[in-house]
C-alpha cells in the first residue's frame, strides 16, 4: 500500500510540490472562469469536520468538490459523536473507511495529527490553534497572481503570534521569502510552535511601522483568535497599536499588497481605508482559497496530474 499524503501543516510538502499546486490552481481556476468542467473527483467523497466556526473554509472546500465531481459530508461538534467524546482515534478509523478524503477544523495541532495517524485517507487541516496551512497556499497563489514568485520577497506581519503567523513563518523557509513580524509583548510568535529549524528567514520588530518598511505584502489577522475569546479585553488593549493603517502602508513598497485572511474588524486590526483601499486584494485572497484547495484535493487524491 502507498503511504497516505496529508496537509497538517505547510511544511508537508516541499517548494517542488507547491510550484506544481500553484500552476494547477492556476489552470483550475481558468477552467472556472470560463465555466468548463474540471471533474477528476467523480465519485470521491470529502467529510468536512467543524469544530469552530466557518464561512470561507465551508463554502470553499463544500463548492470546491462538488465542481471537481465529488460530493462531501459536513460533520460538526454538536451534531456528532465527536461532541460525545467518542474517542479521536475510533472517529478517524471509521469516518476514513466510508469517505476519500477528510478536512478538519479544531482546536490543539495534536489532535488533528492523532485523527491522520488513524486515518486511511489523506487529512487536510482546515485551521488549528497552531497553523492555517490552506490560507496561505491561497495567499501565496494570490500573491503570484499579482506578483509574480515570492522567492525573495517580504511579508510583514502585524499583530498576534498565531496560527496565521506560525504558518508564514514554516512557507518562508521553504519557499525562500523573508517574514517581518511585529507583535505586541506577550503574543510573540515562538519558533518552536511554528516548527521552523532556524530564524534565518525572520526578523523581529518591536514597531509595526518598521516591520512594514520596505514589504512588498503587508498583512494581518484578528487580535482574538477562535478559541481565545476569554482574553478578548486583555488583546484590545495590548494590540491597539498593531492596526494596519494607511501610515504603515506609505512606507511599504510603492506596490506593496495588503492582504487579510478574514474575518476582519475594521478600525480593529486594520483600519477599512487599507482593507477597502486600492493595495487590498482581500478580495481575490477568499475566492483563491477554493481554486488553491481544488489543487490540494486533487494532488491528495491523485497525485500530479498535468491534464
Ligand atoms: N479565513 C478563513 O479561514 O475563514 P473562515 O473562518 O470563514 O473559514
Ligand atoms: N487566526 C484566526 C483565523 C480565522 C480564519 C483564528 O484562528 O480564529
Redesign the pocket.
Known amino acids: 500500500m502507498t503511504e497516505v499524503r496529508h496537509y497538517l501543516q505547510f511544511s508537508d510538502f516541499t517548494a517542488d510540490e507547491y510550484a506544481h499546486l500553484f500552476e494547477r490552481a492556476a489552470f483550475i481556476k481558468k477552467k472556472f472562469k470560463a465555466y468548463e468542467r474540471h471533474q477528476p473527483l467523480v465519485d470521491r467523497t470529502l467529510a468536512m469536520i467543524f469544530e ?9 472546500f463544500e463548492a470546491g468538490m462538488y465542481q471537481l465531481g465529488g460530493s462531501v459530508v459536513h460533520l460538526t461538534t454538536g451534531d456528532s459523536q465527536l461532541g460525545r467524546a467518542e474517542p479521536i482515534d475510533d472517529s478517524a478509523k471509521v469516518i476514513s473507511r466510508m469517505v476519500d478524503l477528510v478536512m478538519i ?1 479544531t482546536y490543539e495541532q495534536t489532535k488533528i495529527e492523532k485523527f491522520a495517524e488513524h486515518s486511511r485517507v489523506p487529512v487536510i487541516n ?2 488549528t490553534n497552531e497553523f ?1 496551512p ?2 496561505i497556499l491561497a495567499d501565496i497563489f494570490t500573491f503570484i497572481e499579482h506578483r509574480g514568485s515570492i522567492k525573495g520577497k517580504t511579508v510583514a506581519w502585524v499583530g498576534d503570534g498565531n496560527n496565521m503567523a506560525n504558518t508564514w513563518l514554516q512557507a518562508s523557509e521553504i519557499l525562500g521569502f523573508k517574514v517581518h513580524v511585529s507583535t505586541p509583548s506577550g503574543y510573540e510568535v515562538d519558533q518552536s510552535v511554528a516548527g521552523i529549524r532556524s530564524n534565518d528567514s525572520y526578523k523581529v520588530f518591536k514597531n509595526p511601522m518598521e516591520a512594514c518598511r520596505g514589504a512588498d505584502l503587508v498583512t494581518t489577522d484578528v487580535w482574538t483568535s ?1 478559541g481565545y475569546e476569554a482574553e478578548n479585553e486583555a488583546r484590545r488593549k495590548a494590540f491597539a497599536d498593531w492596526c494596519v493603517d494607511s501610515e504603515m502602508m506609505a512606507v511599504a513598497q510603492p506596490d506593496a499588497l495588503f492582504m487579510h ?3 476582519a474588524h475594521r478600525g480593529e486590526e486594520v483600519e477599512a481605508d487599507v482593507i477597502d483601499g486600492p493595495q487590498s486584494v482581500v478580495w481575490d485572497e ?1 475566492e483563491n ?1 477554493m481554486h488553491a484547495q481544488k489543487a490540494l484535493m486533487e494532488f491528495l487524491l491523485l497525485g500530479r496530474v498535468n491534464a
Open positions: 469552530k466556526a466557518s464561512t470561507r473554509t465551508r463554502v470553499s477544523r482546515g485551521l492555517h490552506c490560507q477562535m485572511c478574514l474575518p477568499a482559497r
